[in-house]
C-alpha cells in the first residue's frame, strides 16, 4: 500500500522557517518524481515544488523561488521541504505527492494527508 506521510507543520511568525518532511512507503521511491502541493483557505491547489527520482532536478513555483528548498533521501524514501523567510500568504495546508507520467501526461497519483502551515504575527 502506497502511504505518504506529512510531518512537520506548525504556528511561525513571518521571516522564521519551517522543515516540512514526508515518509514515503509502499513503493520503490526512488524511481519516482515527487511533488510539494498547497492549498490555501478557501483557494484552489497550488503547485510548490517538484524532485526528480535521482535528486538532480529541482523546479519551484515562482511564489516560493528563492525561498523553499526541496531535497530528498532516497535511502529514507523522505521528501523534504525547508522553508525559509515564510509569509503570511504561504499559509496552507501543504501535501506531499506521487507523479506519474503516462506519454506526455503527467499527474499526482497519491496524496499525503497534508500538514498546516501558518504563517501569522
Known amino acids: 500500500e502506497v502511504q505518504l506521510v506529512e510531518s512537520g507543520g506548525g504556528w511561525v511568525q513571518p521571516g522564521g522557517s519551517l522543515r516540512l518532511s514526508c515518509a514515503a512507503s509502499?513503493?520503490?521511491?526512488?524511481?519516482?518524481?515527487m511533488n510539494w502541493v498547497r492549498q490555501a483557505p478557501g483557494k484552489g491547489l497550488e503547485w510548490v515544488s517538484g524532485?526528480?527520482?535521482?535528486?538532480?532536478?529541482?523546479n519551484y513555483a515562482d511564489s516560493v523561488k528563492g525561498r523553499f528548498t526541496i531535497s530528498r533521501d532516497n535511502a529514507k524514501n523522505t521528501v523534504i521541504l525547508q522553508m525559509n523567510s515564510l509569509k503570511p500568504e504561504d499559509t496552507a495546508v501543504y501535501y506531499c505527492?506521487?507523479?506519474?507520467?503516462?506519454?506526455?501526461?503527467?499527474?499526482?497519483?497519491?496524496w499525503g494527508q497534508g500538514t498546516q502551515v501558518t504563517v501569522s504575527a
Open positions: 509502499g513503493f520503490t521511491f526512488s524511481t519516482y518524481n
Open positions: 505527492t506521487r507523479e506519474t507520467k503516462t506519454g506526455w501526461v503527467f499527474k499526482f497519483d497519491y
Open positions: 524532485i526528480s527520482n535521482g535528486g538532480g532536478i529541482t
